[in-house]
Each structure stands twice: as C-alpha cells, then as structure tokens.
Nanobody, 115 residues
Framework: QVRLVESGGGLVQAGGSLRLSCAASGSTFSINTMGWYRQAPGKQRELVATITRGGSTNYADSVKGRFTISRENAKNTVYLQMNSLKPEDTAVYYC?????????WGQGTQVTVSS
C-alpha cells in the first residue's frame, strides 16, 4: 500500500511563487512516474507536469516556463515549483504516482492566486 502526503498549497498574489511537495511512503518500489494534476471549480482535472524515475519531464503548455517539477527518488518525493503564478492557476492540485498496474492520487492541496 502507498500513502501520499501533499503539502505547500496556500494563498498567494499574482506573480508570486509556491512550492508543492508530495511524499510517498509504504510500498514505493513499484512507483515509476510521479506528477501533478489540478482541478479548477467547474472544470475537469488536467495534467500539470509529470516526471519519470529517470528524470524525463512533461509539462502542460499553460505552465511551461513557469513551473518546474523535480523529484528525490531516495525520499520518494516529488516537488512542483510554481513561479509567476496567475489567477487562472487557482485550483486544487493533486499529486499522482504511476505504477505498472495503476495510478494513485493524493488528497489534494488548494492553491489560490489572487489578482
């Protein structure tokens, strides 16, 4: 069993920065890709960024150049550094980890960007 604990959300003004963290514990040996998704009110959950165990990254076009995903494999932790935040980045951000047979979600952390 894998447990995901997210932290780092909050309220920030437009142009500001936040860093999200997601630590996985338990049976983490099977985890390959880790990533972040977000869901704004009334919208579908969407990909923000993913990173493989080897460090290959993938970003949504809307966050390229502003967000950086990274991970520490030894700590089974994934980070999302968010800079130049915009009001449209306001959403609940969910950590996601991929295993060969399924994916697991964190509980979500709220990010609110005020204009």
């Amino acid at each position: 069993q894998v447990r995901l604990v997210e932290s780092g959300g909050g309220l920030v003004q437009a142009g500001g920065s936040l860093r999200l963290s997601c630590a996985a514990s338990g049976s983490t040996f099977s985890i390959n890709t880790m990533g972040w998704y977000r869901q704004a009110p009334g919208k579908q959950r969407e990909l923000v960024a993913t990173i493989t165990r080897g460090g290959s990254t993938n970003y949504a076009d809307s966050v390229k150049g502003r967000f950086t995903i990274s991970r520490e494999n030894a700590k089974n932790t994934v980070y999302l550094q968010m800079n130049s935040l915009k009001p449209e980045d306001t959403a609940v951000y969910y950590c996601w980890v991929g295993r060969p047979w399924d994916g697991l979600w964190g509980q979500g952390t709220q990010v609110t960007v005020s204009s």
